[in-house]
């Protein structure tokens, strides 16, 4: 996922990376800034499309701005708590399904 969305910024002017966060970009002269979606797909054509605030975050005060997915040398993905903001999961145990929805909390 990292790779493909530094193919989507490679005109946003990179930094170093801050703390457990590697892919960073110095935004403090822009105004407004275009980055690729990003989305979960799963199964049945089921997608879980992220708004840009749920995984471009701002690390200082400064400008600087990171793509909110630590590197990993595994193949596990996981979806943390700053991608899960404003969304409701719901655990169907029964059925072992897991559900998504937007959440006004």
Do not use: W
């Not at 005109?11 to 170093?16: F, I």
């Not at 002269?29 to 471009?56: D, I, Q």
């Not at 193949?75 to 969304?87: A, D, F, K, M, P």
Request: hydrophobic share 35%; aromatic share 10%; net charge positive.
């Amino acid at each position: 996922m990292r790779d493909a969305f530094r193919k989507g910024t490679k005109d946003l002017p990179s930094t170093n990376g801050v703390a457990l966060f590697d892919t960073c970009y110095d935004l403090s002269s822009r105004k407004s800034v275009e980055v690729p979606t990003v989305a979960f797909h799963f199964g049945n054509g089921k997608e879980l499309s992220l708004p840009a605030k749920n995984y471009m975050i701002p690390v200082d005060s400064t400008g600087t701005f990171c793509f909110a997915f630590a590197p990993t040398s595994s193949s596990l993905g996981i979806i943390g708590n700053v991608q899960q903001q404003g969304t409701r999961v719901s655990y169907d145990l029964t059925n072992s399904l897991i559900g998504f929805s937007p959440n006004k909390c």
